[in-house]
């Protein structure tokens, strides 16, 4: 494979509502799409980070600088074998995951419609539907929590994950049981808690949770490990988890039982799959997480959520659970058992409206060899 050019473009997609978590109330989300040309073929990748560092420390900003000045010059113009080599070649930057992660899923787009493979086949998938569920932001009240769940369970969305932050958790998860008996129901501090404000998620432990996401900083994986064990409750690691080392290191000190992947967060699709074979080793549960992505990101989440250690339902809601319109032409819709299909056509599976891109699209550029 070799790359003649590769065009950056800077979206700005308006969500339906507002998305609020522990850092933030976002009413946008904007994204990096990139397109990586080879001979007569395009690839398409997706760059997850936002607008502003709320989640973690990569923005657009940084994705686009890092993306035009230091990874595309690295690989462009030359004869690369697949995406092993292209990581090698990725390494010699530091960090950056999220830009290095659009562009190696550009690439693995590029291989799948070179070989006429999809990406589940690529990746060693072996579900042809994936589970799913919502992730509803904070709400004005545990009442209007309550009635816009309902909305997503009249959808057909069978597991709920609530986000918390201090003030905002146990009187929310406590309504949500209340109102709900049985419903898969997880809860996602996103790191507002210190290994001492984490005391007043104890109550949590009573509401028959499938899991507590990432209660304490993203550097803290020592303190999680000192907060496993006060809940019989099993906490899962988001932010804190940036590589299949740390997923090793996690593990051996039992800071969490459960792993949310994340192929953005991890730098790419091939280190979201070593860290799904070594926990599918363990015994360790994973899922996908999600990034409010567009369907050319979602249909990436579908493909790795199709290998089979991901026994917990991902972030991977309907195209419409976010976005008006979605710049792919295919429009993901929740199926009745709360599954999502899997793409079958090569690559990512998906056919990028190029109009309806262009239409979010604030900013654009073009790097040749
Ligand atoms: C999480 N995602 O699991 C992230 C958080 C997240 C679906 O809960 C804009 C606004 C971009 C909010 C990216 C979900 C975001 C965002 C990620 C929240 O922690
Ligand atoms: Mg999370």
């Not at 550009?106 to 291989?111: E, K, M």
């Not at 918390?164 to 008996?181: C, E, H």
């Not at 089979?308 to 819709?333: M, Q």
Request: with cysteine; glycine share 8%; proline share 5%.
């Amino acid at each position: 494979m070799k790359f003649d050019r590769i065009k950056l473009f800077h979206l700005r997609m308006p969500l339906r509502t507002p998305f609020e978590t522990s850092f933030g109330r976002s009413t946008g989300r904007d994204c990096v799409i990139l397109q990586v040309f080879a001979g007569d073929l395009v690839g398409y990748g997706e760059c997850v980070a936002d607008a502003t560092p709320g989640y973690s420390s990569e923005t657009v900003g940084t994705a686009w600088h890092v993306l035009s000045e230091f990874l595309i010059p690295a690989v462009l113009g030359q004869e690369l074998q697949g995406v092993a080599e292209l990581q090698a070649r990725l390494a010699a930057t530091r960090g950056h995951r999220m830009a290095k992660a659009g562009l190696e899923m550009a690439v693995w787009d590029l291989l799948g419609k070179t070989t006429g493979k999809s990406l589940r086949e690529l990746l060693g998938g072996v579900h042809s539907q994936v589970e799913v569920g919502v992730s509803v932001g904070l709400q004005a009240s545990p009442q209007a929590l309550v009635q816009v769940v309902n909305g997503y369970l009249e959808q057909g969305y069978a597991r709920i994950k609530i986000k918390i932050k201090p003030g905002r958790d146990v009187g929310d998860a406590r309504a949500m049981r209340v109102a709900f008996p049985h419903v898969r129901l997880q809860v996602d501090a996103n790191s507002a808690y210190t290994l001492e404000s984490a005391a007043a998620l104890l109550p949590l432990d009573e509401l028959d949770l499938l899991l507590i996401e990432q209660p304490l900083d993203e550097d803290d994986i020592w303190d999680h490990s000192r907060l496993q064990p006060r809940f019989r409750t099993p906490l899962c690691l988001d932010e804190s988890i940036l590589s299949a080392r740390h997923a090793r290191q996690a593990l051996d000190m039992a800071a969490c039982r459960v792993i949310n992947i994340k192929a953005g967060r991890v730098g790419g699709l091939y280190e979201a799959c070593k860290i799904h074979d070594l926990c599918f080793l363990q015994g360790i549960p994973v899922w996908c997480g999600g990034m409010l992505e567009t369907g050319v990101g979602r249909a990436s989440n579908l493909a790795l959520a199709s290998l089979p250690g991901f026994t917990l339902p991902g972030d991977i809601s309907a195209s419409e659970r976010y976005y008006v319109e979605d710049i792919t032409r295919e429009t993901f819709t929740l199926n009745p058992d709360s599954t999502i299909d899997v793409p079958e056509k090569p690559g990512l599976g998906v056919d990028v409206d190029l109009h309806v891109m262009k239409k979010y699209a604030i900013k654009e550029l073009e790097v040749k060899a």
